[in-house]
């Protein structure tokens, strides 16, 4: 997510071939380094729609079809 | 007199100006830098709206279509809470269930469900300091989605990021009152949408005389 913007595509891949996955791992720390909070939308068995905050990705489930970065949140006035 | 005083003047000014003039120059020179790092980049309405619609896709591609629905008709999301204690550890919902509403670039305003008591504003922002067009702000609806996935994915992460305060600071607890109300007429109406629904499709399958 980035302001003036919205969604932007940053990098995609399949975690299945491991030069996609070593881009993708990159890209990850990437921007976690720069300051960003990692989120993965997910279905629940009962087609429940939740999030999953990641701060590795070894937490990313392996099925995932998207992350989603967005700023750190901050308190706000 | 006059002639003195001048003189007087000029000699003071002679003698600050060794002091002054260089500290004048930095203070010319920091300016102008701080204008050359933040090129003036002007509001365009058109990539704003562009921007919007790109946050609005996004968030119905990932919020429940209830959620979705409420967002769209009322402007805000309901987010249950899921913590026993409440929002945070000030106590005050003795385990009674809680929920949050979520509005754009406002507080999230924690509530009791079934008393509508308003609990606590929670304000947090996600600013972007890279400025991508000059401005902090994520598109509305991105706004909402961050604070969504923040709560839904770890609730005590984002509450205790956020600045706690009293319900009444940002948001009118009146309006945040008739905001609950809207929110239990749109869903009585969804509900009663569903069962007419679902009753026209009994009508539909049932074999015909």
């Known amino acids: ?77 | 007199m006059l002639l003195a005083l001048a003189a007087t003047a000029l000699v003071a000014l002679a003698l600050l100006s060794e002091e002054l003039l260089p500290k004048l120059e930095e203070a010319w020179s920091r300016h102008r830098a701080r204008r050359r790092r933040t090129p003036e980049i002007s509001y365009d309405p058109g990539r704003e709206r562009r921007a919007e619609q790109r946050a609005r896709a996004l968030l119905r591609s990932c919020v429940n279509d209830e959620e979705w629905g409420m967002y769209r008709d009322l402007g805000f999301i309901r987010v249950w809470g899921s913590r026993a204690e409440g929002p945070d550890n000030t106590g005050g919902t003795g385990g009674a269930p809680y929920a949050y509403l979520i509005y754009p670039h406002r507080a999230i305003v924690a509530y009791l469900a079934q008393t509508h008591r308003l609990l606590n504003e929670y304000c947090v922002a996600f600013p972007d300091d890279t400025r991508p067009y000059g401005s902090p702000r994520l598109p509305d609806s991105d706004d909402v989605l961050a604070k969504w996935m923040a709560l839904t994915g770890d609730e005590h992460r984002l509450i205790s990021t956020a600045n706690m305060h009293l319900p009444g600071r940002q948001l009118d607890p009146v309006r945040v009152k008739r905001d609950l109300w809207r929110l239990s007429q749109w869903e009585r109406a969804r509900i009663r949408n569903a069962a007419g629904r679902a009753a026209s499709e009994q009508i539909d399958a049932a074999p015909g005389p």
């Open chain 1, 1 to 77: 997510m980035k302001p003036g913007h919205g969604e932007v595509l940053i990098a995609e891949g399949d975690v299945e071939l491991a030069p996609d996955e070593q881009r993708l791992i990159e890209e990850f720390h990437r921007q976690l380094d720069a300051g960003s909070w990692a989120a993965v939308p997910v279905t629940g068995p009962q087609g429940r729609r939740d999030s999953l905050m990641v701060r590795a990705f070894g937490d990313i489930p392996r099925d995932a079809d998207r992350v989603i970065f967005f700023p750190r949140a901050a308190g706000g006035r």
